[in-house]
């Protein structure tokens, strides 16, 4: 059964820093591209960053310059460095696979809230 757990999420003031985490069970991880996701009220659910099974990394527009994705495949997790955040940021961040269809299931994900 696959499973992913997003953790390092948390309450920052604009322009501040965090690293998201994302360890993945129940499959074989190096086999598959990861991406990270993110909800935020009221909207619905976008593609924020990918990366290939080889490490090819991909950003969107908007936080293109901002974050970094990156995966351990000894470790089984996926990252994102988030880097000068800001209000638009915040919302429940997920991870899952990507290039892929169908998803797996989503995890209960972590919240990131930018205010001052």
């Known amino acids: 059964q696959v499973l992913f757990v997003e953790s390092g999420g948390g309450s920052v003031q604009p322009g501040e820093s965090l690293t998201l985490s994302c360890v993945a069970s129940?499959?074989?991880?190096?086999?598959?591209?990861m991406g990270w996701y993110r909800q935020a009220p009221g909207k619905s659910r976008e593609t924020v960053a990918t990366?290939?099974?080889?490490?090819?990394?991909s950003v969107g527009n908007s936080v293109k310059g901002r974050f970094t994705i990156s995966r351990d495949n000894a470790k089984n997790t996926v990252y994102l460095q988030m880097n000068n955040l800001s209000p638009e940021d915040t919302a429940v961040y997920y991870c899952?696979?990507?290039?892929?269809?169908?998803?797996?299931?989503w995890g209960q994900g972590t919240q990131v809230t930018v205010s001052s």
């Open positions: 129940g499959m074989v991880f190096s086999n598959f591209g």
């Open positions: 899952n696979y990507a290039y892929r269809r169908p998803l797996g299931p």
């Open positions: 990366i290939t099974s080889i490490g090819s990394p």
